[in-house]
């Protein structure tokens, strides 16, 4: 059965230190994977999906389909980084979406 | 504005008396999907559609009741609550039918209470 795995439920840093967020997945098939936000009164939002290849707001997650991981970095935290950061995984399906649990990140001054 | 509403955005029932949790979205999307947030369990999928008068189970359906008759709306239906339902649940909808593949945009969620 597809698994979704974020094994840090809460992540305190400091203000310009790295911050990487971990997530690891079970899914034999191609998967697609996500990462969402949601920050303090916001809606839980998308930040970033592997496919895009992209970096959102100094947010990178590379795929690493040999460590069936997808684990979310940025180098330099800032307080407005502070949010609930959830990892979701697609599988082949199309309509089923998984979560993991979140990680709840504190950037601190 | 583009969004997807949900109504009433605080509920408290009693066990067995039906309710309905209205979504709405007005992006003309294709895809529509019910999830419940529980504490320590991340969000969890009920229900999903991928097109009008299509829709399907997802991990946590027992107790729930879903129908898709118009695009915009998507309704969540628990025809006798009980506490054990008791949670924040959001809906979502995306642009296409391969929802889950695509950017989803979440409701503003609605927290129950089953007493």
């Known amino acids: 059965a597809q698994r979704v795995t974020q094994p840090e439920k809460l992540l305190s840093v400091f203000k310009g230190a790295p911050v990487e967020l971990k997530c690891n997945y079970s899914y034999s098939g191609s998967p697609e994977l996500f990462w969402y936000v949601q920050y303090s009164r916001q809606r839980l939002q998308l930040l970033l999906r592997h496919i895009s290849r992209e970096s959102i707001k100094g947010f990178t997650a590379d795929l690493n389909k040999g460590e069936t991981s997808f684990h979310l970095k940025k180098p330099f935290a800032q307080e407005e980084d502070s949010a609930m950061y959830y990892c979701a995984l697609a599988t082949d399906s199309w309509g089923k979406l998984q979560f993991g649990a979140g990680t709840q990140v504190v950037v601190t001054p | 504005e583009a969004q997807v509403t949900q109504n009433p955005r605080y509920l408290i029932t009693v066990t067995g008396k039906k309710l309905t949790v209205t979504c709405s979205q007005n992006m003309n999307h294709e895809y529509m999907s019910w999830y419940r947030q529980d504490p320590g369990l991340g969000l969890r999928q009920i229900y999903y559609?991928?097109?009008?008068?299509?829709?399907d189970k997802g991990d946590v359906p027992e107790g729930y009741k879903v129908s898709r008759k118009e695009k915009r709306n998507f309704p969540l239906i628990l025809e006798s609550p009980s506490p054990n339902q008791t949670s924040l649940y959001f809906c979502?909808?995306?642009?296409?039918?391969?929802?889950?593949?695509?950017?989803?945009?979440f409701g503003p969620g609605t927290r129950l209470t089953v007493l």
């Open positions: 979502a909808s995306s642009p296409s039918g391969r929802g889950s593949y695509n950017e989803q945009f």
């Open positions: 559609s991928m097109n009008v008068e299509v829709t």
